[in-house]
């Protein structure tokens, strides 16, 4: 049976001489490896300054060596190790055809993160945790080859850390991409989170989804309504994730009432400031 091991650097052993330089060798030396099929690397030394690819060069580099691995996380790292917004991520066009077994990836952050021409037979899950997600990313996610994609996770996130889309951009990756097997979608963490809900809910994904998840952004009644009047036509949908929302008691107790498991926990009020109304996305920063 397959291993989950993470590897990650404090700050002692960064101030010793270790870093991404240091990380592929070390994983590799680590007797476990062999039996390590799920993969977490977490903070790499000073993650906001040194990005992580010289890590994803070695494991190119020593594909051979890393061929068994299923399940890849890169940036596993909290707010006290490095902030979302400034981890330095890399270039993951070569790591496709390198790991040919590779079910599941999830990337955290996107400061120079590339994800390349994406063509994968087995990739089952693709997940990216951020503050703010590129359209550059989002482009190369819609002409991805991933015949296999069971899961699709985005945090959108906000303008002042990344995303520089609209609820088109969302509209037109959910029009063009091809993924025949997807069953959970997550359009997740967005300030616009109600026109987000619109797109989505206009998709052809609908028709074959199990899992919808809206969570940790800007939901408000608005987007609830949307749902309320729109998941009756999708019996296919068996879960329905909006925690973390900006939805009154009343559109909460609707959405619970639908003939699916529903999770609207972590409800917030919005915040008035001078006249202006504020809402935000759970992951920015």
Same mark, same amino acid.
């Given at each position: ?15 010793? %001489? ?13 007797? $476990?490896? *062999?039996?390590?099929?799920? &993969? ?5 030394? $000073? ?66 993160? !590339? ?30 080859? &991933?015949?296999? &994609? ?11 850390? %990344? ?18 097997? &997807? ?36 939901? !408000? ?10 998941? *009756? ?53």
């Amino acid at each position: 049976m397959g291993k989950s091991k993470k590897y990650v650097y404090d700050y002692e052993q960064f101030e010793n %001489g270790k870093g991404p330089g240091t990380m592929v060798e070390d994983i590799l030396s680590d007797p $476990e490896f *062999p039996r390590v099929t799920e &993969l977490v690397i977490g903070c790499w030394g $000073e993650s906001w300054d040194d990005s992580c690819q010289i890590i994803l060069d070695q494991i190119v580099e020593n594909r051979d060596r890393f061929s068994h691995v299923e399940s890849l996380f890169v940036g596993d790292m909290d707010y006290e190790e490095c902030e979302v917004s400034w981890i330095v991520q890399g270039n993951y066009s070569r790591l496709w055809q390198a790991l040919p077994h590779l079910k599941e990836l999830t990337v955290k952050g996107s400061s120079e993160l !590339t994800l390349g021409e994406i063509c994968h037979q087995e990739l089952e899950s693709l997940t990216v945790i951020c503050g703010g997600l590129p359209v550059s990313v989002i482009e190369e996610i819609q002409n991805a080859k &991933l015949p296999n &994609l069971k899961k699709l996770v985005l945090y959108i996130g906000i303008e002042d850390y %990344g995303f520089d889309g609209s609820a088109d951009t969302v509209r037109t990756l959910l029009e063009t991409s091809d993924f025949p097997k &997807l069953v959970h979608l997550g359009i997740e963490d967005s300030e616009i989170q109600d026109e987000m809900v619109q797109a989505v809910l206009g998709s052809k994904y609908m028709e074959q989804l199990k899992v919808l998840a809206l969570a940790n952004g800007t939901l !408000t009644d608005i987007g609830g309504a949307l749902l309320l009047e729109t998941l *009756p036509s999708y019996p296919n949908i068996e879960e329905l994730d909006v925690h973390y929302h900006y939805m009154s008691e009343g559109m909460v107790k609707k959405l619970e009432a639908l003939p699916v498991k529903v999770d609207a926990s972590e409800r917030y009020e919005p915040e008035e400031y001078r006249g202006e109304v504020w809402m935000n996305a759970m992951l920015t920063e």
